[in-house]
Protein backbone atom coordinates (compact mmCIF):
# COMPACT_ATOMS: atom_id res chain seq x y z
CA UNK A 1 0.00 0.00 0.00
CA UNK A 2 0.62 3.85 -0.11
CA UNK A 3 0.68 6.59 2.07
CA UNK A 4 -0.50 9.76 0.22
CA UNK A 5 -0.17 13.00 1.83
CA UNK A 6 1.59 16.69 1.92
CA UNK A 7 4.58 17.27 4.31
CA UNK A 8 4.07 16.76 7.75
CA UNK A 9 0.31 15.19 7.09
CA UNK A 10 1.07 12.42 9.47
CA UNK A 11 2.43 9.82 6.84
CA UNK A 12 5.58 8.68 8.40
CA UNK A 13 3.66 8.52 12.08
CA UNK A 14 0.82 5.95 10.53
CA UNK A 15 3.25 3.97 8.63
CA UNK A 16 5.34 3.44 12.07
CA UNK A 17 2.22 2.29 13.35
CA UNK A 18 0.99 0.56 10.68
CA UNK A 19 3.84 -1.59 10.08
CA UNK A 20 3.33 -3.28 13.78
CA UNK A 21 -0.06 -4.83 13.16
CA UNK A 22 0.61 -5.29 9.49
CA UNK A 23 3.66 -6.89 9.82
CA UNK A 24 5.08 -5.10 6.74
CA UNK A 25 7.99 -3.13 6.27
CA UNK A 26 7.37 0.66 5.93
CA UNK A 27 9.28 1.95 2.78
CA UNK A 28 10.12 5.74 3.46
CA UNK A 29 11.91 7.02 0.40
CA UNK A 30 13.08 10.51 2.54
CA UNK A 31 14.28 7.89 5.17
CA UNK A 32 16.23 6.22 2.48
CA UNK A 33 17.46 9.25 1.08
CA UNK A 34 18.75 10.84 4.71
CA UNK A 35 20.47 7.54 5.39
CA UNK A 36 22.23 8.14 1.90
CA UNK A 37 22.99 11.78 2.54
CA UNK A 38 24.52 10.78 6.09
CA UNK A 39 26.37 7.60 4.94
CA UNK A 40 27.91 9.44 1.77
CA UNK A 41 27.39 7.14 -0.93
CA UNK A 42 27.29 8.71 -4.22
CA UNK A 43 23.73 8.76 -4.42
CA UNK A 44 23.20 10.79 -1.14
CA UNK A 45 25.66 13.40 -2.38
CA UNK A 46 23.82 13.84 -5.76
CA UNK A 47 20.71 14.12 -3.45
CA UNK A 48 21.16 16.32 -0.93
CA UNK A 49 21.06 19.83 -2.68
CA UNK A 50 17.78 18.82 -3.75
CA UNK A 51 16.50 17.90 -0.31
CA UNK A 52 18.20 20.67 1.10
CA UNK A 53 15.99 23.34 -1.33
CA UNK A 54 12.88 21.08 -0.44
CA UNK A 55 13.24 20.21 -4.43
CA UNK A 56 11.94 16.46 -5.32
CA UNK A 57 15.24 14.62 -6.01
CA UNK A 58 15.11 13.33 -9.35
CA UNK A 59 14.19 10.43 -10.57
CA UNK A 60 17.18 8.38 -11.83
CA UNK A 61 18.18 9.05 -8.10
CA UNK A 62 14.88 7.74 -6.11
CA UNK A 63 13.28 4.82 -8.59
CA UNK A 64 16.89 2.38 -7.74
CA UNK A 65 16.63 3.19 -3.96
CA UNK A 66 13.26 2.28 -4.21
CA UNK A 67 12.83 -0.85 -6.65
CA UNK A 68 16.03 -2.29 -4.60
CA UNK A 69 14.17 -1.63 -1.18
CA UNK A 70 10.85 -3.45 -2.52
CA UNK A 71 13.10 -6.20 -3.94
CA UNK A 72 14.34 -7.18 -0.34
CA UNK A 73 13.11 -10.22 1.57
CA UNK A 74 11.36 -8.53 3.94
CA UNK A 75 9.08 -6.71 1.23
CA UNK A 76 7.84 -9.98 -0.33
CA UNK A 77 4.49 -10.21 2.08
CA UNK A 78 3.71 -6.49 1.01
CA UNK A 79 5.13 -2.91 2.61
CA UNK A 80 4.19 0.93 3.12
CA UNK A 81 5.52 2.99 0.91
CA UNK A 82 5.48 6.39 2.51
CA UNK A 83 6.97 9.27 0.50
CA UNK A 84 7.04 7.06 -2.78
CA UNK A 85 5.63 7.50 -5.24
CA UNK A 86 5.41 11.94 -5.66
CA UNK A 87 4.78 12.67 -9.06
CA UNK A 88 2.67 10.58 -11.56
CA UNK A 89 5.57 9.69 -13.42
CA UNK A 90 6.74 7.59 -10.02
CA UNK A 91 3.71 6.23 -9.78
CA UNK A 92 3.79 4.74 -13.36
CA UNK A 93 7.78 3.70 -12.40
CA UNK A 94 6.07 1.97 -9.64
CA UNK A 95 3.46 0.03 -11.50
CA UNK A 96 6.01 -1.46 -13.96
CA UNK A 97 8.52 -2.02 -10.96
CA UNK A 98 5.87 -4.26 -8.96
CA UNK A 99 4.39 -5.75 -12.52
CA UNK A 100 8.16 -7.21 -12.97
CA UNK A 101 9.09 -8.20 -9.51
CA UNK A 102 5.44 -9.50 -8.40
CA UNK A 103 3.04 -9.64 -11.48
CA UNK A 104 0.59 -7.54 -8.52
CA UNK A 105 -0.28 -4.26 -8.44
CA UNK A 106 -0.71 -2.10 -5.42
CA UNK A 107 -3.65 -2.89 -2.90
CA UNK A 108 -4.64 0.38 -1.60
CA UNK A 109 -3.75 3.91 -1.54
CA UNK A 110 -3.98 5.87 1.50
CA UNK A 111 -4.28 9.58 1.02
CA UNK A 112 -4.14 11.77 4.32
CA UNK A 113 -6.23 14.96 4.13
CA UNK A 114 -4.79 18.02 6.57
CA UNK A 115 -5.48 21.52 6.58
CA UNK A 116 -2.72 23.62 5.64
CA UNK A 117 -2.20 25.74 8.81
CA UNK A 118 -2.41 22.18 10.88
CA UNK A 119 0.32 20.92 8.72
CA UNK A 120 1.96 23.99 9.41
CA UNK A 121 2.18 23.79 13.24
CA UNK A 122 2.52 20.00 12.75
CA UNK A 123 5.75 20.56 10.74
CA UNK A 124 7.29 23.15 12.85
CA UNK A 125 7.30 21.07 15.95
CA UNK A 126 8.35 17.89 14.61
CA UNK A 127 11.37 16.06 16.07
CA UNK A 128 13.07 12.68 15.23
CA UNK A 129 14.98 10.39 16.46
CA UNK A 130 18.60 10.21 15.03
CA UNK A 131 18.65 6.20 16.35
CA UNK A 132 16.03 4.92 15.72
CA UNK A 133 13.67 7.18 13.77
CA UNK A 134 10.54 7.98 16.20
CA UNK A 135 8.75 10.74 15.58
CA UNK A 136 7.90 13.33 18.19
CA UNK A 137 5.91 16.84 18.11
CA UNK A 138 6.93 19.15 20.88
CA UNK A 139 3.24 20.08 22.01
CA UNK A 140 1.29 17.46 20.46
CA UNK A 141 3.18 14.20 20.97
CA UNK A 142 6.13 15.47 23.13
CA UNK A 143 8.67 12.86 24.66
CA UNK A 144 9.13 12.53 28.68
CA UNK A 145 12.47 14.23 28.46
CA UNK A 146 13.40 16.68 26.71
CA UNK A 147 15.02 16.05 23.46
CA UNK A 148 15.78 12.56 23.86
CA UNK A 149 13.33 9.69 22.35
CA UNK A 150 11.31 7.49 24.61
CA UNK A 151 11.97 4.20 22.88
CA UNK A 152 15.48 4.12 21.87
CA UNK A 153 17.13 7.07 24.32
CA UNK A 154 18.48 8.62 20.91
CA UNK A 155 18.99 12.04 20.56
CA UNK A 156 15.97 14.10 18.57
CA UNK A 157 16.47 16.68 16.34
CA UNK A 158 15.00 19.09 13.92
CA UNK A 159 15.11 18.44 9.95
CA UNK A 160 16.97 21.43 8.56
CA UNK A 161 14.72 20.95 5.75
CA UNK A 162 11.60 21.63 8.48
CA UNK A 163 12.69 25.36 8.20
CA UNK A 164 9.62 27.90 7.00
CA UNK A 165 11.17 28.62 3.67
CA UNK A 166 11.77 25.19 2.54
CA UNK A 167 8.81 24.01 3.82
CA UNK A 168 6.89 26.35 1.80
CA UNK A 169 8.63 25.10 -1.34
CA UNK A 170 7.63 21.66 -0.06
CA UNK A 171 4.06 22.31 -0.01
CA UNK A 172 4.03 24.02 -3.41
CA UNK A 173 5.64 21.25 -5.19
CA UNK A 174 3.20 18.91 -3.03
CA UNK A 175 0.12 20.84 -4.59
CA UNK A 176 1.76 20.91 -8.35
CA UNK A 177 3.43 17.11 -8.88
CA UNK A 178 1.94 14.88 -5.76
CA UNK A 179 -1.64 16.20 -5.99
CA UNK A 180 -2.55 14.76 -9.09
CA UNK A 181 -2.04 11.23 -8.00
CA UNK A 182 -4.96 11.95 -6.21
CA UNK A 183 -6.43 11.88 -9.59
CA UNK A 184 -4.40 8.85 -10.81
CA UNK A 185 -5.10 6.62 -8.13
CA UNK A 186 -8.76 7.69 -7.74
CA UNK A 187 -9.56 6.57 -11.47
CA UNK A 188 -8.47 3.20 -10.36
CA UNK A 189 -10.24 2.68 -7.50
CA UNK A 190 -7.78 1.61 -4.74
CA UNK A 191 -7.91 5.55 -3.17
CA UNK A 192 -9.13 5.93 0.17
CA UNK A 193 -9.26 9.80 1.39
CA UNK A 194 -8.87 9.93 5.09
CA UNK A 195 -9.19 12.77 7.42
CA UNK A 196 -5.89 12.89 8.99
CA UNK A 197 -7.23 15.27 11.79
CA UNK A 198 -7.15 14.35 15.46
CA UNK A 199 -5.24 12.15 17.62
CA UNK A 200 -2.81 9.45 15.43
CA UNK A 201 -4.64 6.97 17.10
CA UNK A 202 -7.82 8.04 15.80
CA UNK A 203 -6.10 8.67 12.21
CA UNK A 204 -4.89 4.80 12.66
CA UNK A 205 -8.24 3.86 13.37
CA UNK A 206 -9.55 5.55 10.34
CA UNK A 207 -7.23 4.28 8.62
CA UNK A 208 -7.27 0.84 9.68
CA UNK A 209 -11.27 0.56 8.42
CA UNK A 210 -10.11 1.71 5.14
CA UNK A 211 -7.74 -1.19 4.94
CA UNK A 212 -10.79 -3.80 5.66
CA UNK A 213 -10.20 -6.76 3.83
CA UNK A 214 -6.51 -6.29 2.73
CA UNK A 215 -4.49 -6.58 6.32
CA UNK A 216 -4.75 -9.32 8.65
CA UNK A 217 -5.50 -7.00 11.02
CA UNK A 218 -5.77 -8.30 15.27
CA UNK A 219 -10.05 -7.67 15.84
CA UNK A 220 -10.68 -4.55 17.12
CA UNK A 221 -10.96 -4.24 20.67
CA UNK A 222 -14.57 -5.60 21.36
CA UNK A 223 -17.44 -2.85 22.85
CA UNK A 224 -18.60 -5.23 25.99
CA UNK A 225 -22.16 -6.58 24.04
CA UNK A 226 -25.06 -7.87 26.44
CA UNK A 227 -24.86 -11.80 26.31
CA UNK A 228 -26.93 -13.57 24.58
CA UNK A 229 -26.99 -17.19 25.92
CA UNK A 230 -29.60 -17.71 28.46
CA UNK A 231 -28.46 -17.39 32.47
CA UNK A 232 -26.86 -20.18 33.78
CA UNK A 233 -25.50 -21.57 30.91
P1 LIG B 1 7.97 14.69 4.41
O1 LIG B 1 7.66 13.43 5.16
O2 LIG B 1 8.07 15.88 5.29
O3 LIG B 1 7.06 14.90 3.24
P2 LIG B 1 10.15 13.20 3.28
O4 LIG B 1 10.97 12.67 4.39
O5 LIG B 1 9.18 12.27 2.64
O6 LIG B 1 9.41 14.51 3.81
O7 LIG B 1 11.07 13.80 2.13
C1 LIG B 1 12.12 14.69 2.41
C2 LIG B 1 12.79 15.12 1.09
O8 LIG B 1 13.34 13.97 0.43
C3 LIG B 1 11.85 15.73 0.06
O9 LIG B 1 11.65 17.11 0.27
C4 LIG B 1 12.60 15.43 -1.24
O10 LIG B 1 13.68 16.32 -1.41
C5 LIG B 1 13.18 14.06 -0.97
N1 LIG B 1 12.26 12.98 -1.40
C6 LIG B 1 11.61 12.10 -0.60
N2 LIG B 1 10.86 11.24 -1.32
C7 LIG B 1 11.04 11.57 -2.62
C8 LIG B 1 10.55 11.09 -3.87
N3 LIG B 1 9.67 10.06 -3.90
N4 LIG B 1 10.96 11.69 -5.00
C9 LIG B 1 11.83 12.71 -4.98
N5 LIG B 1 12.33 13.24 -3.85
C10 LIG B 1 11.95 12.69 -2.68
P1 LIG C 1 4.94 13.15 7.33
O1 LIG C 1 5.65 11.82 7.36
O2 LIG C 1 3.66 13.09 6.55
O3 LIG C 1 5.81 14.27 6.90
P2 LIG C 1 5.03 12.98 10.26
O4 LIG C 1 4.47 11.64 10.56
O5 LIG C 1 6.50 13.15 10.34
O6 LIG C 1 4.49 13.49 8.83
O7 LIG C 1 4.31 14.03 11.21
C1 LIG C 1 4.68 15.42 11.23
C2 LIG C 1 4.65 15.94 12.67
O8 LIG C 1 3.29 15.95 13.14
C3 LIG C 1 5.45 15.10 13.67
O9 LIG C 1 6.00 15.98 14.62
C4 LIG C 1 4.38 14.21 14.32
O10 LIG C 1 4.74 13.88 15.67
C5 LIG C 1 3.16 15.11 14.30
N1 LIG C 1 1.90 14.37 14.11
C6 LIG C 1 1.68 13.27 13.36
N2 LIG C 1 0.40 12.88 13.42
C7 LIG C 1 -0.22 13.78 14.23
C8 LIG C 1 -1.58 13.94 14.71
N3 LIG C 1 -2.56 13.09 14.34
N4 LIG C 1 -1.84 14.98 15.53
C9 LIG C 1 -0.86 15.84 15.89
N5 LIG C 1 0.42 15.75 15.49
C10 LIG C 1 0.75 14.73 14.67
ZN1 LIG D 1 14.68 6.51 19.23
Given at each position: ???????????????????????????????????????????????????????????????????????????????????????????????????????????????????????????SGRRTCRKCGAMYHVTFEPPRVN???????????????????????????????????????????????????????????????ALAGILPLPPRKK???????????
Open positions: MVLLGPPGAGKGTQARMLREVANVPQVASGDLLRAAVRTKTPLGVAAAGYMDRGDLVPDELVLNLIEERLNAPDAQAGFILDGFPRSVKQAEALRAILVRSRGAGLDRVIALTVPDEEIVRRIGVCDKCGGELYQREDDSEETVRNRLKIYDSTTRPLLDYYGKSGILALIDGTGKPEQVESRVQTVQKPSVRPAGK
